[in-house]
């Protein structure tokens, strides 16, 4: 549910609203002559203007059959099942009251004021049902209401929910505009229909939250006595607002039980390995990881076989962990889950190699040649304006990565060689857009899953991704599998590397291993 304030606030807008609709009822009731010559005025010269040229008829014409009562109502059921296909099952009952309830309300004060449509002596149209308030106005201002707070709730990217609510607001103005430009309806029933409209989104969000929310059940009984202490590893660069970020987290965690949080901050020098040290010393029996794939590899790798739960908060570009553990996209979800879901034991992976560390790990997937790439040629400002598309750009430049000669052993055996654009060692199966690279690796078998991309011509790629999209088993050149426990690959030369997305430097050589079930993550219930 919204914070109080924050609730006070939204009934406020929604009586607001409430009063708009009352104090145009009441004049068009006390002295209806008063409120018809003013909408004569405003309107007449729109009207007119309409009716002398065919064109705008035609495109206003079109405006209103596409925002009328039936397609409002096939709009509303398509985002609906949308919604509830992508398991966002409070967000499809909010739209469907809010658009229901819009529309109710509409027909009921039509029914009960009975105002005439405006009267014209060159009509562009004629309607004969009442006028106030207007139906397309209200229907297309509560759409836009929902398209506003569904982008605010679900769409991560600050540039693509600014463009959703931009195009929302304008179009409501447009189908507003419309009605008086048509001269179908008064403006005091357009203003009168936006603010049913606004009156609906207004008050559906005070009575209900529509945010994806996991109920929080009863815990299992355990003899290992339970602190309920939670520490959190942002890294602030990743999330728009962090005191707005750090105020829902304290009032979810709150709602679900836990202790104050403890804060830890990361840096550009320390990406979390000593806060999520600290947080564990500190008796915290929960540590919730905000940042990109980088900080949740971190701070993941550091607190692995320790005994304490990591939730997931995923708020970089790739977000590869959540996607294959079914852990939401979106900030507020994805903290409800670290709070409220099970957890469950996954494997990491220790890596070595020339030049990497002694004590690295990664989660979800090392790689050598085309990928690492892409990975280090996806521009920082382009990933932080357009999101994965960034590495779509990085990928188109990089296409024909030259092959490499590489040579490969899997637990130990005897190394085969082979010639790749790209060797991928995977801890999961799935990439961007649900791509089943590996479709058989599972984040808790205790085995890695190991593919060889060689696409030797530009057009193999489209070979290559027929094969990989339609999940086929069978290997050769162009697409080559592999599961092992210890996978270990040697270059001909030195070879662009990457883990978990982040590029750490060209090397020949790249060796895993798999520690099974070694970290438990916060998983939806």
């Known amino acids: 549910m919204p914070s109080t304030r924050n609730r006070y606030r939204l009934l406020a807008g929604a009586l607001l609203c409430l009063l708009v609709v009352v104090a145009l009822a009441v004049v068009y009731k006390a002295d209806v002559r008063v409120l018809d010559e003013l909408d004569n005025d405003l309107e007449s010269g729109p009207q007119g203007w309409t009716f002398r040229h065919p064109a705008a008829q035609s495109f206003f014409l079109f405006v209103e059959a596409a925002f009328t009562t039936l397609p409002m109502a096939v709009y509303t059921a398509i985002a609906a099942a949308v919604l509830c296909w992508r398991k966002h099952g409070r967000a499809a009952l909010w739209t469907v009251v809010v658009m229901s309830g819009a529309s109710l309300t509409t027909f009921f004060l039509k029914g009960l004021l009975q105002r005439k449509r405006p009267v014209w002596p060159d009509p562009v149209t004629t309607l004969t049902s009442f006028s106030f308030p207007s139906g397309h106005s209200t229907g297309i201002a509560a ?60 008050g559906g969000l005070a009575a209900y939250d529509p945010a994806p929310k996991a109920k929080a ?47 830890f901050t990361t840096t550009v020098e320390d990406p979390g390995r000593s806060m999520a040290e600290q947080a564990a010393v500190a008796g915290a029996e929960l540590v919730i990881v905000c940042g990109g794939d980088g900080t949740v590899r971190t701070v993941c790798a550091e607190l692995a076989g320790t005994g304490v739960s990591v939730g997931v908060v995923p708020a970089g570009t790739g977000n590869l962990l959540a996607r294959n553990l079914g852990i939401p996209l979106f900030l507020q979800a994805a903290v409800d889950v670290a709070l409220n879901g099970q957890d469950r034991a996954i494997d990491l992976v220790k890596v070595s190699g020339d030049g990497i560390g002694d004590d690295e790990h990664y989660m ?8 690492a790439a892409v990975m280090e040629g996806a521009n920082e400002k382009v990933k932080a304006k357009v999101g994965w598309l960034a590495y779509v750009v990085s990928a188109l430049r990089n296409l024909m990565f030259p092959a490499v000669r590489v040579e490969l052993s899997v637990d130990g055996g005897e190394w085969t060689r082979h010639r790749a654009r790209t060797v991928l060692i995977g801890n999961v199966g799935y990439l961007q857009a649900g791509m089943p690279l590996l479709p058989d690796a599972a984040i808790d078998d205790g085995v890695l899953d190991v593919v060889l991309l060689h696409p030797s011509r530009f057009l193999s790629w489209i070979p290559l991704a027929v094969r990989i999209l339609s999940k086929g088993r069978h290997t050769d050149d162009l697409v080559n599998r592999m599961t092992g426990k210890t996978i270990s690959v040697r270059a001909g030369s030195d070879t662009p590397r990457q883990l978990d997305g982040d590029s750490i430097g060209s090397g020949r050589e790249l060796h895993a291993e798999c520690v099974h079930g070694k970290l438990l993550v916060r998983v939806p219930r």
């Open 217 to 263: 059940r009863e815990a299992f009984s355990t003899p290992v006595p339970t602190t309920r202490k939670l520490a959190v590893v942002l890294n602030p660069i990743k999330v728009e607002d962090v005191d707005a970020f750090k105020a829902m987290v304290d009032r979810a965690a709150a709602e679900a039980g836990w202790n104050e949080p403890v804060w």
């Open 143 to 202: 759409a836009a209401g929902v398209v506003i707070v569904l982008a605010g709730l679900l769409v991560r990217r600050r540039g693509l929910r600014r463009a959703l609510c931009t195009a929302a607001v304008l179009l409501a103005l447009l189908v507003g505009l419309d009605r008086i430009f048509l001269g179908v309806h008064n403006p005091s029933d357009v203003l009168a229909g936006f603010a049913v409209g606004g009156f609906w989104v207004l």
């Open 364 to 371: 979800v997937m090392a790689g050598m040649g085309f990928d």
